[in-house]
């Protein structure tokens, strides 16, 4: 059976026209499946042969909620959805000023090995289908009441590592006659997979694109990322200097301050030199600590300093703001823990 909520309207048209049915159900078909209907029954204005016919070829993709964890102190949410082969993944809804945001995660499970992220313990398990992404969305906004207007891919997984799932789910995700998000309030975050930065610059899609940095020279990056003994600064930088310049979107950069690691004042002053003279900006995470890794964060004069240095070398920096500090809301956590508990 053919997973419907992986087609866009045009194709679910087709498939229609196949089965001797006129085009324009297929936007009503589409709108429904947005809605978040879990059976053709549930499609009130299509007549029961129709849904009948429907239901023997297309199916459906469903998430089960295991687990949902609001904070105390911001509102934030994050869900433990289970997946139909019964694999997990986490959604993050967080509640900003200029609208709600969903953190999606984009495979089951990682392989690029960052020494301090709790998604990649145990490796990657698989890609997430582009009905499964939506689906992060599309049930995150019906079981929270919040209507969903960003959405950030900085869940579990490296989206460019699953790269057409992740291209698809935007199509659908962005469909006018479905969630209909804006792709300019889209970010889609990396750990620095250069050829598929090319390949998304050619998609000239107006994202905003993330660079996961975290380290402002090879020897370090390679320590705590091995993407990088493969793609080292010099052939990543250049690639953000072209994304840059072509979209003319800001890139925005993330850096974990791991205390005593990439905290020093040379490490800002090698940061700032790095990025000069780009359209960029540098986003401070203040870092999560795992209990699986040994890292600590700054000390909060540390990231003062940090900010002081870049902003003297007129570098573009913020501290992100730490939501659902008390429910373990960085990537992966709640995955891992449900993996131990089994
Ligand atoms: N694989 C992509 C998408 C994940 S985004 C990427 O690497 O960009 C998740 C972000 O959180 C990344 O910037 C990641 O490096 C960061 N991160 C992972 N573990 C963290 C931790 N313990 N504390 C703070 N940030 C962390």
């Given at each position: 059976?053919?997973?419907?909520?992986?087609?866009?309207?045009?194709?679910?048209?087709?498939?229609?026209?196949?089965?001797?049915?006129?085009?324009?159900?297929?936007?009503?078909?589409?709108?429904?499946?947005?809605?978040?209907?879990?059976?053709?029954?549930e499609m009130t204005n299509l007549s029961k042969d129709l849904r009948a016919a429907l239901s023997e070829r297309f199916?459906?993709?469903?998430?089960?909620?295991?687990?949902?964890?609001?904070?105390?102190?911001?509102?934030?949410?994050?869900?433990?959805?289970?997946?139909?082969?019964?694999?997990?993944?986490?959604?993050?809804?967080?509640?900003?000023?200029?609208?709600?945001?969903?953190?999606?995660?984009?495979?089951?499970?990682?392989?690029?090995g960052c020494a301090f992220c709790a998604s990649t313990i145990g490796g990657l398990i698989r890609n997430l289908e582009p009905s499964e992404m939506l689906d992060e969305v599309l049930y995150s906004e019906r079981e929270s009441g919040s209507k969903i207007s960003n959405i950030v891919l900085m869940g579990i997984g490296e989206p460019l590592d699953n790269f057409d799932n992740v291209m698809r789910f935007l199509e659908l995700v962005t469909c006018e006659n479905g969630l209909n998000i804006s792709m300019r309030n889209i970010s889609l975050s990396t750990c620095g997979i250069v050829p598929g930065?090319?390949?998304?610059?050619?998609?000239?899609?107006?994202?905003?694109?993330?660079?996961?940095?975290?380290?402002?020279?090879?020897?370090?990056?390679?320590?705590?990322?091995?993407?990088?003994?493969?793609?080292?600064?010099d052939e990543l930088m250049p690639a953000c200097r072209e994304y840059a310049k072509v979209t003319s979107?800001?890139?925005?950069?993330?850096?974990?301050?791991?205390?005593?690691?990439?905290?020093?004042?040379?490490?800002?002053?090698?940061?700032?030199?790095?990025?000069?003279?780009?359209?960029?900006?540098?986003?401070?995470?203040?870092?999560n600590e795992v209990a699986e890794s040994p890292y600590k964060p700054s000390t909060p004069e540390r990231i003062e300093r940090f900010i002081s240095i870049l902003e003297k070398k007129s570098i573009n920096v913020t501290v992100r703001r730490k939501l659902g500090s008390d429910i373990d809301a960085s990537c992966g956590q709640l995955r891992l823990r449900k993996i131990k508990e089994q």
């Open positions: 059976m053919r997973d419907i909520k992986a087609m866009l309207p045009e194709e679910i048209a087709a498939a229609l026209a196949e089965m001797g049915q006129p085009k324009y159900r297929a936007k009503q078909i589409f709108q429904w499946l947005a809605r978040g209907v879990t059976s053709f029954d199916s459906i993709s469903r998430l089960e909620m295991l687990r949902k964890q609001v904070s105390a102190i911001d509102g934030t949410i994050k869900y433990l959805w289970q997946l139909s082969d019964g694999n997990a993944v986490e959604t993050v809804v967080m509640h900003y000023k200029h609208g709600n945001t969903v953190c999606i995660s984009s495979q089951v499970g990682c392989r690029q930065i090319y390949k998304l610059l050619d998609k000239r899609l107006q994202l905003t694109l993330s660079i996961s940095l975290h380290a402002p020279y090879d020897e370090l990056r390679s320590k705590i990322m091995p993407i990088n003994r493969r793609y080292s600064l979107r800001r890139i925005s950069f993330e850096y974990a301050m791991l205390g005593g690691v990439n905290d020093s004042d040379e490490c800002a002053l090698k940061l700032a030199a790095l990025l000069k003279g780009m359209l960029c900006h540098v986003n401070l995470i203040p870092v």
